[in-house]
C-alpha cells in the first residue's frame, strides 16, 4: 500500500512494513498517519502504541512526524533534555512559569520574580521583599526589585525580607509608601513603621 515497501529484513519479503511516521492497520491494510503529538523514527510499526508521545507540555506541527526534534516546546520553554530518552517536560525559562492546565509559560507577576528555569506554579516565584515590587513581570532576578522612594532593603536583616524608610520618614503600611514625620515630630534613625516612631518634639518647639 501506499507509504510502505516490501520488509527489507525479511528474506522472503512477506510483509510490507511502513513509512517512519506511520504505522500499519491491521483491519484496512494501509499505511496510517502517527497523531499529533507522536512521532515514529523507524520504519514497520504496526500499532500506534509504537509512535512515541512527546515529552509532556510538547507537540508536533502536524500528524506523521518521524524524528523527536519535531516535537517543540510553547513558546518561552526548552525541553529539559535535548536527549530523546531522558527529556520528559517542556520548562519555562527563567521569569515564567508553567500553567499544567494550559501548557503555556505564564510571567510571574509584578512583586515576583523567578530566577530558574522550570518553575510550575506562581509560588515558584519568590516575593520581593515587603513593600518592594518590580517594574515589569517576567522579571528574573532578585535585583530586579527595588523599594519605594525615600526607603532601602533593611541593612540589619540579612535575608532583606523589608524595606526601611529613611530618617524623617516612616512607612505607611497601607500605601507601601514613606511618609514624612508631620510638622512637629522628627525621627533619626531607618526604619520607621508608624507615625508613633516620629518623637514629639520638646515643648514649644517644632
Known amino acids: 500500500p501506499s507509504r510502505s515497501r516490501f520488509d527489507r529484513n525479511d528474506t522472503l519479503a512477506s510483509t510490507c512494513e511502513c513509512e517512519p511516521g ?3 492497520d491491521v483491519y484496512n491494510g494501509e499505511c496510517v498517519e502517527c497523531p ?3 512521532y515514529l523514527a523507524n520504519w514497520g510499526a504496526t500499532s500506534i502504541n509504537e509512535c512515541a508521545q512527546c515529552p509532556t507540555h510538547s507537540t508536533t506541527m502536524s500528524s506523521a512526524s518521524d524524528a ?5 516546546c510553547p513558546p518561552l520553554s526548552v525541553l529539559n533534555s535535548e536527549d530523546a530518552s531522558l527529556a520528559t517536560t517542556c520548562e519555562c ?7 499544567a492546565s494550559e501548557g503555556q509559560c505564564a510571567s510571574c507577576p509584578i512583586g515576583r520574580y523567578g530566577e530558574n528555569q522550570g518553575a510550575t506554579t ?4 519568590p516575593s520581593c521583599p515587603t513593600y518592594a515590587t518590580t517594574n515589569t513581570t517576567n522579571s528574573s532576578a532578585f535585583s530586579e526589585c527595588f523599594c519605594p522612594s525615600r526607603s532601602r532593603f533593611d541593612r540589619n536583616d540579612t535575608l532583606a525580607s523589608t524595606c526601611e524608610c529613611e ?3 516612616f512607612m505607611d503600611v497601607y500605601n507601601g509608601e514613606c511618609a514624612e514625620c508631620p510638622t512637629g515630630r522628627y525621627r533619626m534613625e531607618w526604619g520607621g513603621t508608624s507615625l508613633n516612631d516620629c518623637m514629639l518634639c520638646p515643648i ?3
Open 36 to 38: 499529533i503529538g507522536r
Open 122 to 125: 506562581v509560588n515558584d516565584c
Open 93 to 99: 525559562v527563567a521569569g515564567y512559569f508553567m500553567v
Open 167 to 169: 530618617p524623617g520618614t
Open 204 to 206: 514649644l518647639a517644632t
Open 22 to 24: 506511520t504505522f500499519m
Open 68 to 72: 523527536f526534534s519535531e516535537c517543540a
